[in-house]
């Protein structure tokens, strides 16, 4: 079955930086765009960036310029590396296939406060 594992979450001080890992399992994973999502309390899910199988990328106009996704395909593993953190960054961080339906991870929590 398909599995996705995030890890790399934390607490860290406004301008600070943070990695986020997403290890997936049960897919070709190097045949799958693979995207990372957001929810802050009392907010919807949003999309953070996708990268596609080929390596292209589409980011939310809130991250642009701060935030990059990447890819390892022989580690099964999507990153999203995280820069300039503001306080409206936190959130709880969701990595999400697509493969006949949606499928989710557990998510990681991003606090960023001073």
């Known amino acids: 079955q398909v599995q996705l594992v995030e890890s790399g979450g934390g607490l860290v001080q406004p301008g600070g930086s943070l990695r986020l890992s997403c290890v997936a399992s049960?897919?070709?994973?190097?045949?799958?765009?693979m995207a990372w999502y957001r929810q802050a309390p009392g907010k919807q899910r949003e999309l953070v960036a996708t990268?596609?199988?080929?390596?292209?990328?589409n980011y939310g106009d809130s991250v642009k310029g701060r935030f990059t996704i990447s890819r390892d395909n022989g580690k099964n593993t999507v990153y999203l590396q995280m820069n300039s953190l503001k306080p409206e960054d936190t959130a709880v961080y969701y990595c999400?296939?697509?493969?006949?339906?949606?499928?989710w991870g557990q998510g990681t929590q991003v606090t960023v406060s001073s």
């Open positions: 999400n296939v697509m493969f006949g339906r949606a499928y």
């Open positions: 990268i596609a199988s080929g390596g292209s990328t």
């Open positions: 049960g897919i070709i994973f190097s045949l799958r765009s």
